[in-house]
């Protein structure tokens, strides 16, 4: 039996060796599995179009390692049937599992990633999201142990923004839901919308962010603008939760559809940071002097009078950094994060005619840009180019790795991103035969 | 140290000392138990909604005849992590005996809990970890009382298997280079509270696994139980 002694050495030996993990920075901190080195595969959750190849959404496979037959290519598409509004993804706590939503049916799709992640297989189709809260558009999927946390963007009542959080085992079973806090009250005025989840474990806190609903997600981008009723109908807040209780405790007025949220990385930082939509500022979540949590927004992305629209933002391990695409501009932009009262953008690049996604591997060399918002919402003929472009970042300039062009590969359009990587070592199932073995 | 004598370090060390708290590193994973800079809510003020029942099957303890394992799950507030007597992974199996040995002396101060909860280690290696040698692991704990902890193991791999899936606990055997089996096993680290009707109410994995917070939730099911149809 380990005495608590050994114990503390193994964790002071184990502080000491801890080794340099590679990932994506943006996973929830529950996912294990962490990538060591370089990423293996990226997968893309890809929106089918009407008469591009089977037209239906899929999930692609392609191999993202330096050196490979295959490097660059489309190794494996797995198409689900169907349109839906394929849109974001993520991983169970133990990493075999991806689990991909649609905003249009609320379909949620379970990939097996972890037996072959060059061959992805649909192991489980979830359908009873509706039925079972209410709830419209799974969007936002957080690894909790032994469940997946999952942000909501609508409601089936009116199709509106007031929505909330559901819980579902990793067998894909519900088991709770968690309204979005709405009306004034002592904790804030809250609007009820909902986007992404962030959590802080150390803490103790959650924090959820606002988009808008199905009604306005569905409608065609140019309608929309024109839409001033619509246009109001944009989330503006976000909320600070305990994370064990699921109880709001703070609603911070955050104007103009704060989406992505990243709590820094670095050990001993406890902020997080958000990009609105629709007033192009960067805001930063933050313990005041007295210890009270406070939004202020601490830097504008482009000029906001020309509605850059910021969409995804990705920062760095160490804290000290944030990329930014803008949809509307196709730009990849990168923020100095040293100061994060102050955020400062120190270099940007056109990366395509529209940009949305933006992922990075653990040590920031390595850059992924995705083309898609929404299918409605997507630009127009020549304008609307799917891609999936990969580069290299040297601290000063990008520099193009390789491209997928997804409408000539048939695929469709390209959003979320997530990496995956042949388990290190290899490793077996759990058989009489392997234990017999290793028992020796 | 090497992995042997590593091995033999953790056989042989006698309880006793105090554990260092170690730090939850967000992206690196965890390097021992995570820090708590919080205080948890207030014990009933909140639920532990079911995530899932427990699953059926047949266990070994010491030297009585195999048992279910509902009897290990059913009728207490029940803390279960899977283990096994080799791990020598400071942040696997090491931390969750860490954590259910600061939890069991906590659950100690508590009257309302002292006589309700119980501990069960479960092996996931039945072939090396015989109930002898799961008795062996225990050591004084295995005999302890209030709360009692339960050092159990499996008769086969066949045995094991339905239970580990039933709780969707991996577990996988390292092969090294040469593709052959090694003596580690990989899995993530999970400790499971069920209810005294064996359903599962919490999951701590590494980055949860506060002790503080354990008991609180164990406090809060006690609370719950005299209102909660089992």
């Given amino acids: 039996m380990p005495s608590r002694k050994t114990l503390a050495l193994l964790a002071l030996a184990a502080a000491a060796l801890a080794p340099a993990f590679a990932d994506e920075t943006c996973n929830s901190p529950y996912t294990a599995r962490l990538i060591k080195g370089q990423e293996h595969f990226l997968h893309v959750w890809t929106l089918g179009v009407q008469g591009l190849g089977d037209g239906s959404d899929k999930l692609v496979t392609i191999d993202v390692m330096p050196g490979s037959k295959t490097f660059g290519k489309v190794v494996h598409q797995l198409s689900v049937g169907g349109r839906g509004e394929a849109h974001h993804m993520g991983f169970t706590d133990d990493r075999k599992h991806l689990w991909a939503g649609r905003l249009d049916d609320n379909k949620i799709f379970v990939f097996d990633v972890g037996t072959d992640p060059a061959r992805p297989k649909l192991v489980r189709t979830i359908d009873d999201l509706v039925k079972k809260t209410g709830y419209v558009g799974p969007h936002t999927f957080y690894a909790l142990p032994g469940r997946m946390l999952i942000q909501a963007l609508s409601n089936s009542k009116d199709h509106g923004g007031v929505t909330g959080m559901a819980v579902y085992n990793n067998q894909g079973r519900y088991v709770s839901r968690h309204d979005m806090p709405v009306g004034d009250s002592a904790m804030g005025k809250g609007d009820g919308y909902g986007y992404d989840i962030a959590i802080n474990p150390q803490k103790n806190l959650l924090l959820t962010s606002s988009f808008t609903g199905w009604t306005n997600y569905m409608m065609d981008m140019g309608k929309l603008i024109a839409d001033a009723e619509a246009m109001k109908r944009f989330g503006g807040t976000m909320a600070l939760w305990d994370l064990k209780a699921m109880k709001p405790q703070k609603v911070f007025q955050v104007p103009g559809a704060p989406l992505e949220i990243r709590w820094s990385l670095k050990e001993g930082d406890n902020w997080a940071i958000s990009a609105t939509a629709l007033t192009s500022k960067l805001w930063l979540i933050k313990q005041d002097a007295s210890g009270q949590w406070q939004a202020r927004d601490v830097a504008t992305i482009g000029d906001p009078a020309k509605i850059p629209l910021p969409v995804d933002i990705s920062i760095t391990a160490d804290g000290k950094g944030l990329w930014v695409n803008t949809f509307m501009d196709g730009k990849t932009r990168y923020f100095d994060l040293s100061n994060p009262e102050a955020p400062r953008q120190t270099y940007e690049k056109v990366t395509g005619k529209q940009v949305n996604m933006v992922s990075q591997s653990w040590d920031g060399k390595r850059v992924y840009i995705t083309s898609s918002l929404l299918a409605n919402w997507d630009k127009k003929g020549d304008m609307d180019e799917q891609a999936l472009r990969a580069y290299q970042w040297d601290g000063k300039a990008l520099t193009p790795v390789f491209e997928v062009d997804f409408k000539a590969e048939k695929l469709g359009r390209a959003h979320h991103m997530k990496f995956s990587a042949k388990a290190g070592g290899a490793s077996a199932a759990l058989d009489a035969g392997a234990v017999r073995v290793a028992a020796r | ?230």
Avoid at chain 2, 108 to 133: C, E, K, M, Y
């Fill in chain 2, 1 to 230: 140290m090497n992995r042997r004598q590593a091995t033999a370090a953790l056989a042989g060390a006698a309880c006793g000392g105090t554990l260092r708290a170690a730090q939850f590193e967000p992206g690196r994973g965890l390097v021992g138990l995570p820090k708590q800079d919080f205080r948890p809510p207030a014990a009933g003020s909140y639920r532990l909604p079911v995530i899932q029942q427990a699953p059926s099957g047949w266990v070994l303890e010491g030297n009585r005849w195999p048992r279910r394992l509902e009897g290990y799950t059913k009728g207490a507030l029940t803390l279960l992590s899977f283990v096994y007597t080799y791990c020598t992974d400071p942040v696997g199996c090491p931390l969750a005996y860490a954590a259910m040995l600061e939890v069991r002396d906590r659950i100690r101060q508590q009257p309302g809990l002292r006589d309700r909860a119980r501990l069960v280690s479960l092996s996931f290696d039945p072939t090396h970890d015989t109930p002898a040698a799961m008795q062996a692991y225990g050591g004084e704990h295995a005999r302890a009382r209030s709360p009692r902890w339960h050092f159990i193991t499996t008769s086969s791999i066949e045995r094991l298997s339905p239970i580990l899936q039933g709780f969707g606990q991996d577990a996988e055997v390292e092969r090294d280079d040469a593709g052959r089996p090694t003596r580690a096993i990989t899995h993530v680290l999970k400790v499971f509270l069920l209810d005294p009707a064996g359903q599962v109410r919490e999951i701590y994995s590494a980055a949860f696994l506060m002790p503080e917070v354990i008991v609180n939730d164990m406090l809060t099911l006690a609370l719950a139980s005299a209102t909660e149809a089992p």
